[in-house]
């Protein structure tokens, strides 16, 4: 068979227009969440956000986590007394918003809470913080990856 210039720019443009529709129908697929569906109020209460931050970052001892088998768990600090800490842990995965999760602290004597590994998929996930101590608000905020 003879092969000529003009068949191997037919081919050319083929080729090109099949990567082109397959990019398409790819994107077209792609899930966007938005960061929360509720942007513009959480941008409101942002400032409010920024000075409880400061206020968890200067706060007595070192919230830290460890990874472990049967799921995350989270040491919060000694000094924390759990009838006076009152608060929720939102467990925030940026590529999916449907695995998303809040749970409310509530640590036992060893001021160690569990979050159980069925809920926590193997990547990177967003781990904000809030709580009261005696009236006043705090915030912390961590990126895991499991």
Do not use: C
Not at 40 to 63: N, R, V
Not at 89 to 96: A, G, S, T, W
Not at 111 to 137: E, F, H, M
């Amino acid at each position: 068979m003879n092969w000529s210039w003009g068949k191997s720019i037919i081919l050319a443009f083929i080729i090109f227009i099949g990567l082109v529709s397959w990019a398409l129908i790819k994107s077209f697929n792609t899930s966007i969440d938005l960061v929360t569906p509720n942007y513009y109020e959480e941008e409101l209460k942002f400032e409010e956000k920024i000075s409880q931050t400061k206020a968890g970052d200067a706060y007595q001892g070192k919230i830290l986590f460890k990874a472990l088998a049967e799921g995350l768990q989270i040491q919060f600090p000694e000094e924390w007394q759990s009838d006076a800490i009152k608060g929720e842990i939102l467990m925030y995965r940026p590529n999916d918003a449907r695995k998303d999760f809040t749970t409310v602290i509530h640590f036992d004597e060893g001021n160690i809470q569990n979050l159980p590994a069925k809920q926590l998929l193997n990547g990177k996930w967003r781990i904000k913080i809030s709580w009261t101590d005696s009236g006043k608000s705090f915030y912390y905020e961590e990126i895991l990856f499991l």
